[in-house]
């Protein structure tokens, strides 16, 4: 029998991290990605979810909607409403968190990627994660602004 000398993709990252319920309580997460090859098909696994794909896709957004300026939604984290969250994901570190001295930041909310700093904007934020075959390429955060130093 003859080995075939191609290569497919396949990459496993894994992320864990805590959110900060509106309730005051805590929660740990998982959250990660995987992509691999599975019976002849191709399977992408974000967090919780999995589906087929034809390929290893080019992005994955992660949305961050603001509630009424006290809470944000994370749905791929919990179907819950949060004031906060912390998240190791390979070389980043994803935080959300509310600093109630901050006048221009809606609801004092602050998304920290990396050591960049993000506030709320009018819609939704969205934290765009970009692969490649071999896995996260990059991190963008849209939707979103940086306040000046």
Not at 123 to 135: A, D, H, I, R, S
């Amino acid at each position: 029998m003859l080995l075939s000398p191609y290569s497919y993709a396949q990459f496993d990252i894994y992320g864990e991290g805590t959110v900060q319920l509106a309730n005051g309580k805590s929660q740990p997460i998982d959250f990660g990605f995987s992509y691999f090859r599975q019976d002849g098909q191709y399977r992408f696994i974000v967090g919780r979810y999995s589906l087929t794909v034809p390929s290893v896709p080019q992005k994955y957004s992660l949305a961050l909607v603001l509630q009424d300026d006290k809470q944000v939604w994370v749905a791929d984290f919990i179907n819950e409403p949060l004031t906060g969250f912390d998240l190791e994901l390979a070389q980043y570190q994803l935080k959300l968190f509310q600093d109630t001295s901050l006048v221009n930041a809606r609801g004092g909310f602050v998304l920290q990627l990396n050591d960049e700093r993000y506030y709320f904007n009018r819609g939704p934020g969205q934290v765009n994660f970009l692969f490649t075959e071999q896995g996260i390429k990059e991190v963008r955060v849209e939707g979103m602004f940086k306040p000046a130093k």
